[in-house]
């Protein structure tokens, strides 16, 4: 033991690094902060389908104007839309300005592949698809299979896991918050018409974070609480939701409700991995993706669509809309 010299204190110990503080970053979430709203999703889905001006999504959505307005402009903030005009109009009236969607938004192909992909499979009471996709390289309606592109297999909950990346990264950003009118009306077109689920969900990020989990596992309420860190009253009422749209069931064991994913649920699995992996190319800040995703072959997983007609890969240059009526 050192002796000390009078007067002489020892040296303090270094402090100790600061822990960080907040739920385990992941890229869906990075993403959903741009995209959970469900009429965000609904404005790029009519961008995707050739929609370019004001009046054209007003009319296509039926959305108040003033929401229409915040969107676009949110849109154009994150560099997904461009604002542009056209050249003037014969007589040199200006023509009104149009809204066209960039790399950073064509990126977003398989999501919403995967929304009309699901909604062909789970058709609801009234048709919520007013088009068809046609895979122009073989001629049929567009069935296709998200896959790994290292090894060609499917991508299904059962052959993904999930890594962290180290150091482990952490989200110190609240989510956003949706108005709750907005997602209100949603929520019950989706429940109640059978209308845009896929796209509701996409809104509603605590949903879209609970479904991710329960894809890696059967959890109780409070282990979605902690691994998630959301309020107790947000799991049970976004589990209420997916039990309603009959996405998710509770099981009893012992002294706790677990709960499970069913089988209607596995449509959405290529969406969230098309999300996250949207998500690492554009919402990481320059940083490594904070939860790689390992298929079973090894390989850090790069999904994409495979036609299950012609085997070759879904690219938008070959396909074509085809609208009804």
Known sequence: MPVLMPGLMPDPMPDAPALPEGPPATSLRRALRILADPWTMLILKEAFNGTRRFSAFQRALNIP???????????????????????????????????????????????????????????????????????????????????????????QSASVTIQRSQPEQVETEPRPRLARRNDASFTATASQSGGMVAASLVGDLPCNEILFLLFQGPRHPLAITQELALGAPVVRDRLDKLKALNLVRE???????????????????????????????????????????????????RGRYRCRHCAEWVSRDQLELRFHG
């Not at 056209?86 to 950073?104: D, H, L, R």
């Not at 089988?263 to 998500?279: K, N, T, Y």
């Open 251 to 301: 099981e009893v064991q012992g002294r706790r409700l677990v709960y499970h994913l069913l089988p209607r649920a596995e449509g959405f699995f290529p969406l969230l991995l098309a999300i996250a992996d949207w998500g690492d190319r554009w919402c990481n800040d320059g940083q490594p993706p904070p939860d790689p995703r390992i298929h079973s072959c090894g390989a850090i997983l």
């Open 65 to 155: 104007k003033q929401t229409l307005s915040l969107r676009l402009t949110a849109l154009c903030h994150e560099q997904m839309l461009f604002r542009r005009f056209p050249a003037p109009q014969s007589g040199g009236t200006q023509a009104a300005p149009e809204y066209a969607p960039t790399a950073k938004t064509f990126d977003l192909a398989d999501a919403m592949y995967a929304i009309w992909l699901w909604h062909r499979a789970n058709p609801g009471v009234e048709e919520v698809l007013p088009f068809d996709i046609i895979h122009k390289s073989c001629g049929h309606l567009l069935e296709a299979d998200y896959c790994c592109t290292a090894c060609g297999g499917p991508a």
